[in-house]
């Protein structure tokens, strides 16, 4: 997994729901209190309103009290407009006492003395200046007649408690409400048959002998509807911050319903259904990192599917992809859910993270998972190869906090690329693959700069002639003389270059070169024979391939009769329409054309048939191991009796005993190519032998 998918895992795991949550809640309860304080605000200002008018009515009364000299009666018939009860209070000298001056009333319903003693300041106030307020424990008056009314007690701390009071009047008595509260509760009156809330209080304002307080009955009274406009606002805006949270509520589970969707698409494999090298990344990384696993051995597994493309061509790709999913649900049922990983990471490829004791378990484990795959089908045996790679149990769990089990999963698919051929096979990473991988990284960060100093040296192998001994042709092959590394081989670098691509510029140097000795050794007087150039298959994929060799050619000069291009011949098996149209090229030139490796595995009777080649060679087994009795013999000599038929020359390689001379010399060959003649040599080495007629000595020496 690259960082910029690593990143966007981490990206969609995040999840910052608690904190919005906690932000929102938050701002919750600010507006709780900022509603409250704005209720608040406005309440008291309503109250304090009406408060300061009733203070004001009480204060008119109290100023007609004292403007009445004498006989206070006038007093009392004028008060009577106001309609309030009304007292004095006088606090005596020295003494808390209070006394009743004089006592008026409405109605005949006047202040009974005794029950002052109940009077005590409130805290509402506060609300007004320049008087006292309190509560009243006295008998309210109530106007109902035949209905009844409710009277509230309001707890300023905690609670509302009703009482209903009878048509009768009888009044909530000083007994229903303990003296300890008196100064927390303040009773008010619904009045149901005006729509209107009253609320009954004492206040008191001073008089002029700084002594006495002029105190009456007033009632805060509030009408329904502003009640009740004040209730909906209330209503409404804590209905608006409810719907709020639950709106955020509701966006904040459907986001996390979302991001788990999004993330469960990101780890689904599209063919299987089950995970993919995302999830296997990333949930490895997981496990690794689990303390319980500290002490656990786990194995990396590339199971690749052999042959898979053929079984679609064959088939379907649908019928493939079945097969795949088959192979997946095998895997799953042969792995510990939660505690192992196995995820389809390519077209044929799984990535398995297992645990097991050591080496040997685990093979026999990944043998047996690929018996079960291999017959997944009655009518197919399929093949599979696996690459693993160990990692061993760690003494503290941050020795695998940097894993990466993508990393270690390009290690087993290494390790699995090193079974060459096609067969079944398990192969564990060790230190030469290491070793080989690190010598493939070296080449190529030295490659170009080798063949800008021309580090690549030329070498020649001779071609005779088996009847006359004579010189006949040679074959151009390629060393590394490496003023850092020395003397490097062919096979140590050219499967190296077929696969990073730079083969085809040594293709190119090799041709240059090979037409620059060429040219020399003509003007040097030398007798020059037809030099054979290997072009790689990659090669053939340019259309203006046969025009590239040309233009190298001529630009050094040198004949194109004296230049061969020599095929692999699997590069036959690629592109056959555009091979058939190089080689035609290529002859129109001049250049004569061979195939090489005739006989390696790839033959076709067709490639003969169709191409119009100039040299076949026999490959180099047809006269070792097995291929040398007689059977073999009788397919090489077909082979030359079927090449001369063709009109083709015949060059037979890797000839090392007098034997096999004879008997191709009997066969008619043309030319023999190995180390009974001559091994590759330098360019010097072979201008001498340019000069001399072989002697079997040559090879002694």
């Given amino acids: 997994m690259t960082s910029r998918s690593q990143k966007h895992v981490r990206n969609l795991k995040k999840n910052h729901t608690w904190i919005w949550l906690i932000v929102f809640t938050v701002l919750i309860v600010i507006s709780c209190f900022l509603v409250a304080f704005l209720v608040n605000v406005y309440s008291t200002s309503l109250i304090n309103g009406k408060l300061d008018a009733e203070r004001r009515n009480v204060q008119n009364m109290a100023d007609i009290y004292e403007k009445c000299t004498g006989d206070k009666s006038d007093a009392s018939s004028l008060l009577g407009a106001f309609g309030k009860e009304w007292f004095i209070y006088v606090r005596e000298q020295d003494s808390a006492v209070p006394g009743f001056p004089d006592t008026c009333g409405i109605a005949g319903n006047s202040v009974n003395p005794s029950e002052a003693s109940a009077f005590s300041p409130m805290n509402i106030s506060a609300f007004i200046y320049e008087a006292n307020v309190y509560p009243d424990t006295l008998t309210p008056v109530v106007e109902q007649d035949d209905e009844e009314v409710t009277i509230y007690v309001f707890d300023i701390l905690s609670n509302i408690d009703p009482y209903i009071v009878p048509s009768d009047r009888k009044m909530l008595s000083d007994d229903q409400i303990s003296n300890e509260n008196l100064l927390r509760k303040i009773r008010f009156v619904v009045d149901q048959k005006e729509q209107m809330m009253k609320i009954p209080l004492w206040i008191g304002v001073g008089m ?25 606002i209330v209503i409404s805006i804590w209905v608006l911050v409810l719907i709020s949270y ?49 002490s656990v051995r786990f194995f990396v597994v590339n199971l690749s599917f052999i042959g898979y493309r053929n079984y679609c061509v064959c088939h379907t790709a649908e019928e493939g992809e079945r097969i795949i999913v088959e192979i997946h649900r095998i895997i799953q049922r042969a792995i510990t859910q939660n505690k192992e990983i196995c995820a389809h990471t390519a077209e044929a490829d799984f990535a398995l993270l297992l645990r097991d004791e050591d080496k040997d378990s685990i093979r026999t484990r990944v043998q047996a998972i690929m018996d079960m795959a291999s017959h997944v089908t009655p009518d197919h045996v399929f093949t599979f190869q696996a690459g693993i790679e160990t990692i061993e149990p760690a003494s503290r769990s941050a020795e695998r906090r940097n894993l990466d089990p993508g990393e270690i999963y390009n290690v087993a698919c290494a390790a699995r ?39 690549f040296v030329v070498y020649y192998q001779p071609k005779y002639d088996p009847n006359t001994d004579e010189l006949r042709g040679a074959e151009a092959l390629i060393r590394w003389q490496s003023p850092e590394f020395g003397f490097i081989p062919p096979g140590r670098m050219i499967p190296i270059f077929e696969k990073n691509g730079f083969i085809t510029e040594i293709d190119h140097y090799m041709i240059t070169h090979v037409a620059r000795d060429q040219k020399r050794w003509l003007d040097a007087g030398f007798k020059c024979v037809p030099v054979s150039v290997n072009v790689s298959r990659a090669h053939f994929i340019e259309s203006d391939l046969a025009e590239q060799i040309r233009d190298s050619v001529d630009a050094e000069g040198a004949p194109h009769e004296l230049v061969e291009i020599e095929l692999t011949e699997s590069a036959f098996f690629d592109d056959k329409k555009a091979m058939i149209n190089t080689i035609e090229k290529l002859k129109s030139y001049g250049f004569a054309v061979s195939m090489d490796d005739f006989g390696s595995g790839y033959s076709s ?6 191409m119009p080649l100039d040299v076949l060679k026999l490959d180099a087994e047809f006269f070792r191991g097995e291929n040398r009795g007689e059977r073999g013999e009788i397919v090489v000599s077909e082979a030359i009796r079927l090449a001369k038929s063709l009109k083709m020359r015949t060059v037979a390689e890797g000839v090392e005993v007098r034997e096999q001379v ?21 360019a010097a080495d072979y201008e001498v032998r340019m000069h001399e007629r072989y002697k079997p000595k040559d090879v002694a020496e």
Wanted: with cysteine; proline share 1%.
């Fill in 208 to 232: 002029s002998d700084g002594k006495s307080e002029f105190i009456a009955r007033s009632y805060i009274t509030f009408e329904m509807q502003d009640l009740v406009l004040l209730l909906v």
């Fill in 246 to 294: 639950i709106v955020m509520i509701i966006n904040i589970i459907t986001g996390i319903v979302r991001r788990r969707k999004t993330l469960r698409v990101f780890f689904t494999d599209a063919v299987t259904q089950g995970s993919n090298y995302m999830f296997f990344v990333h949930r490895g990384r997981e496990l690794l990192k689990k303390y319980s696993n500290r």
């Fill in 417 to 455: 690329e090193s079974l060459e051929n096609d067969d079944a096979g398990i192969a564990f990473f060790d230190e030469k693959l290491i070793e080989d991988r690190r010598w493939a990284e070296t080449v190529q960060e030295h490659q170009q700069a080798a063949l800008d100093n021309e580090e």
């Fill in 605 to 610: 009777l067709n490639s003969l048939k169709d």
């Fill in 662 to 682: 004879e008997f191709l010399a009997a066969q008619g060959c043309d030319m023999i190519q190995g180390y009974f003649y001559a091994k590759p040599m330098p």
